[in-house]
Antibody, heavy 122, light 106 residues
């Protein structure tokens, strides 16, 4: 059973960089043809996809966040990471990592981490 | 960007009711449509992928249909554990989610 777990600071100051790591257990991050995504959800609001990475290092980002986002992977540690720069209060949210599977060419998020709350405040 | 809308935004229903939630895409997305259930304080859970395929382990009272721009999620007989918020998500292009439909107890 694949499990994902987010980790990182719960409080980030405005203008600084938010950094989170997702550790994957129960399977190798390099096995299969999976993408690994970050998704966020402000309190009481909907879900926003941030970006994804393939184990080759290939990335795709949400155009609305692209200028501030970097996603990387460390296959030796079975982890992938998110960096979001120049944060403001609008970036306060629960951040989820998720595995993206594909069946019949249709991508979907089948495994999710429990989520971690990141608050942007001075 | 593909915009997703859902209706209704919320509904009240009783155990045993048949519940239908609608999702509409701003352009055709073929069958690139997934449904998730989210309970308070928890991560979303995949219910349906590719518009109508039931994820392993999900009860058969959940079903999905549609293609192109219009999709539905149906719960044939609402159970106590089904009270939650439901999101549709398109994966045709940059992934995006609908605003959610909250199902609560009448």
């Amino acid at each position: 059973q694949v499990q994902l777990q987010e980790s990182g600071p719960g409080l980030v100051k405005p203008s600084q960089t938010l950094s989170l790591t997702c550790t994957v257990s129960g399977g190798s991050i390099s096995s299969g043809s999976y993408y690994w995504s970050w998704i966020r959800q402000p309190a009481g609001k909907g879900l926003e996809w941030i970006g994804r990475i393939y184990t080759s290092g290939s990335t795709n980002y949400n155009p609305s966040l692209k200028s501030r986002v970097t996603i990387s992977v460390d296959t030796s540690k079975n982890q992938f990471s998110l960096k979001l720069s120049s944060v403001t209060a609008a970036d306060t949210a629960v951040y989820y990592c998720a595995r993206e599977e594909r069946e019949w060419l249709v991508p979907f998020f089948d495994y999710w981490g429990q989520g971690t709350l990141v608050t942007v405040s001075s | 960007d593909i915009q997703m809308t859902q209706s209704p935004s919320s509904l009240s229903a009783s155990v045993g009711d048949r519940v239908t939630i609608t999702c509409r895409a701003s352009q055709s997305i073929s069958s690139y449509l997934n449904w998730y259930q989210q309970k308070p304080g928890k991560a979303p859970k995949l219910l349906i992928y590719a518009a109508s395929s039931l994820q392993s382990g999900v009860p058969s009272r959940f079903s999905g249909s549609g293609s192109g721009t219009d999709f539905t999620l149906t719960i044939s007989s609402l159970q106590p554990e089904d009270f939650a918020t439901y999101y549709c998500q398109q994966s045709y292009s940059t992934p995006s989610f609908g605003p959610g439909t909250k199902v609560d107890i009448k």
